[in-house]
């Protein structure tokens, strides 16, 4: 058995994974793909000490820093099923889509999560030339230039407050009758003079000329009229989804589905820890995923010494 067992292999995961080995434990690292969202990053600007990175190189740099110890890291690998030890101290059960299982003294849940998409065409075409789901990552590529946001709820608002002070001018599209974000957020939007805020309005299509966007269509569900908006950036703020399916009941989760966890990165389950995108930790960053992932490793080698026997 792993001393630790970590699940998923991106920020969180690998940094978790690197401190764990540094205690020189046995750990061993189940994930779909290394490098996680990463993957999916162009520039990387905001991780700090390294002024500009690209996800790809990003994701090989975190592989080849994880190789730098003894981590058992196997990859392609989906856990469909987590058993617990029913007694502190025993093994936590792993149970992988192919059947296989893998048993850990300890458990870190690093399985990140997925934004949700609009699901129009061009969405997909334009990822990452115009279309974003990330303000804190993309904003500053959008200085001076029009924008729209697609959501209307905290983090609809949220982003468009903060790129309101970036961009030259942002449309919040909300699909209902009236935004959700939380009442003092919406006073702050409405006090911005260069937001305008669209009700019951559908988007329907990203627009683009073959290598970025150019602007999106969307209709007026009240009227049924098609309407078009020119801008250079798409933010999708419509959710993120956790990928905890398979925790449900197991673990305990928030209603949106986020692994509840203490601020030493404990879950509902003694010995089951969890870190980064997949957990309640607010701030959805490479940076705070790898913060939490050095917590969840600290907590579990501290468990391990409390549980194990003198
Ligand atoms: P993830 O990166 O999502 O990794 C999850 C890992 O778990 C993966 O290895 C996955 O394969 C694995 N996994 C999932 N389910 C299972 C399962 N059932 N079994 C086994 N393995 C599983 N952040 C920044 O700080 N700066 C940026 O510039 C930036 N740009 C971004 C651009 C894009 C397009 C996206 C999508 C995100 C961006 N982010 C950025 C956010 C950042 O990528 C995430 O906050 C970070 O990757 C979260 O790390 P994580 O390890 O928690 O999860």
């Known amino acids: 058995p792993f001393d630790v067992l970590v699940v998923g292999a991106g920020p969180a995961g690998v940094s978790s994974a690197i401190y764990a080995a540094r205690k020189s434990v046995r750990t061993g690292v189940a994930a779909g793909r290394i490098g996680g969202q990463v993957l999916d990053t162009m520039a990387i600007e905001n991780f700090i000490s390294v002024p500009y990175t690209e996800g790809p190189k990003f994701a090989a740099a975190l592989e080849q820093h994880a190789s730098d110890y003894e981590i058992d890291i196997m990859d392609s690998q989906q856990a469909v099923r987590l058993e617990p030890a029913t007694q502190p101290g025993d093994l936590h059960t792993l149970v992988l889509e192919n059947d296989a299982t893998l048993k850990g003294r300890t458990v870190i849940l690093a399985t990140g999560a997925r934004w949700r998409p609009i699901g129009v065409p061009g969405e997909q075409e334009?990822?990452?030339?115009?279309?974003?789901?990330?303000?804190?990552?993309?904003?500053?590529?959008?200085?001076?230039?029009?924008?729209?946001?697609?959501?209307?709820?905290?983090?609809?608002?949220?982003?468009?407050?903060?790129?309101?002070?970036?961009?030259?001018?942002?449309?919040?599209?909300?699909?209902?009758?009236?935004?959700?974000?939380?009442?003092?957020?919406?006073?702050?939007?409405?006090?911005?003079?260069?937001?305008?805020?669209?009700?019951?309005?559908?988007?329907?299509?990203?627009?683009?000329?073959?290598?970025?966007?150019?602007?999106?269509?969307?209709?007026?569900?009240?009227?049924?009229?098609?309407?078009?908006?020119?801008?250079?950036?798409?933010?999708?703020?419509?959710?993120?989804?956790?990928?905890?399916?398979?925790?449900?009941?197991?673990?305990?989760?928030?209603?949106?589905k986020e692994i509840v966890v203490d601020e030493r990165g404990a879950t509902s389950v003694p010995g089951v820890f969890a870190a980064g995108d997949c957990t309640t930790e607010p701030y959805k960053q490479i940076v705070t995923a790898m913060g939490s992932g050095a917590t969840a490793a600290l907590s579990a080698f501290d468990y391990l010494v409390r549980t194990s026997a003198p």
Not at 180 to 192: G, I, Y
Not at 213 to 220: A, K, Q, W
């Open 126 to 256: 334009y990822r990452n030339k115009g279309v974003t789901y990330c303000p804190h990552c993309d904003g500053p590529l959008f200085r001076g230039k029009p924008v729209a946001v697609i959501g209307g709820g905290n983090s609809g608002v949220e982003a468009a407050i903060d790129l309101a002070g970036i961009v030259s001018h942002v449309t919040l599209l909300e699909l209902g009758d009236t935004l959700r974000a939380d009442e003092v957020l919406q006073r702050k939007l409405r006090s911005l003079t260069n937001v305008d805020i669209v009700l019951n309005a559908k988007t329907t299509e990203v627009l683009g000329d073959g290598t970025s966007v150019t602007g999106l269509t969307y209709t007026d569900t009240e009227t049924g009229e098609s309407r078009r908006l020119d801008v250079q950036g798409v933010f999708v703020q419509i959710g993120l989804l956790p990928n905890t399916e398979w925790l449900e009941g197991v673990v305990e989760l928030t209603k949106h």
